[in-house]
T-cell receptor, first 112, second 112 residues
Framework: DSGVTQTPKHLITATGQRVTLRCSPRSGDLSVYWYQQSLDQGLQFLIQYYNGEERAKGNILERFSAQQFPDLHSELNLSSLELGDSALYFC???????????FGPGTRLTVT | GENVEQHPSTLSVQEGDSAVIKCTYSDSASNYFPWYKQELGKRPQLIIDIRSNVGEKKDQRIAVTLNKTAKHFSLHITETQPEDSAVYFCAASPPSNYQLIWGAGTKLIIKP
């Protein structure tokens, strides 16, 4: 157990809908990273937050947005969902000074 | 920006033999190099990492070596076992931010 929690574990929804994925980082970690992993693919970095502020953006679609709240949990919002958005979504957390990232168990999103 | 290439994409070895996975990076300023193991449907887990001031690090059957001059680092697994079957990802971290730049992954298959 990495100490990073993600909810829900599974999510099935229809095209065009909007969903919210939630992540709670390890105690003491200030950074949250979001990744998308499609079937048999690598880890695609989406976005990073550090202590409530957006720090870096990767290949995140305009239909996707995220935020980090004062209690450091983070939410990833996915809207106007398409079949191609079906994937595993991981969040990872890390400290500010260290580079290690610890992954949560992921949310499996299925868009039908 | 930093770019990480990982080879091979698939590696099949006999149980008990050694496995070596290699990554090259482009930014000579990168100073942190972790390796993650991801079993099917599970989260990536940090298994070993190395910083740029160290040339080699070992942890039981796994070791990582770093050649800063050639800008490559390798994961070595000795006496492979069935539970070593997984996808392995390397990454590099430039000092300018706290992101990880990921390799594409290597699927390691241990043949009985």
């Amino acid at each position: 157990d990495s100490g990073v929690t993600q909810t829900p574990k599974h999510l099935i929804t229809a095209t065009g809908q909007r969903v919210t994925l939630r992540c709670s980082p390890r105690s003491g970690d200030l950074s949250v990273y979001w990744y998308q992993q499609s079937l048999d693919q690598g880890l695609q970095f989406l976005i990073q937050y550090y202590n409530g502020e957006e720090r870096a953006k990767g290949n995140i679609l305009e239909r996707f947005s995220a935020q980090q709240f004062p209690d450091l949990h983070s939410e990833l919002n996915l809207s106007s969902l398409e079949l191609g958005d079906s994937a595993l979504y991981f969040c990872a957390s890390g400290g500010g000074a260290a580079y290690e990232q610890y992954f949560g168990p992921g949310t499996r999103l299925t868009v039908t | 920006g930093e770019n990480v290439e990982q080879h091979p994409s698939t590696l099949s070895v006999q149980e008990g033999d050694s496995a070596v996975i290699k990554c090259t990076y482009s930014d000579s300023a990168s100073n942190y190099f972790p390796w993650y193991k991801q079993e099917l449907g599970k989260r990536p887990q940090l298994i070993i990492d190395i910083r740029s001031n160290v040339g080699e690090k070992k942890d039981q059957r796994i070791a990582v070596t770093l050649n800063k001059t050639a800008k490559h680092f390798s994961l070595h697994i000795t006496e492979t076992q069935p539970e070593d079957s997984a996808v392995y990802f390397c990454a590099a971290s430039p000092p300018s931010n706290y992101q990880l730049i990921w390799g594409a992954g290597t699927k390691l298959i241990i043949k009985p």
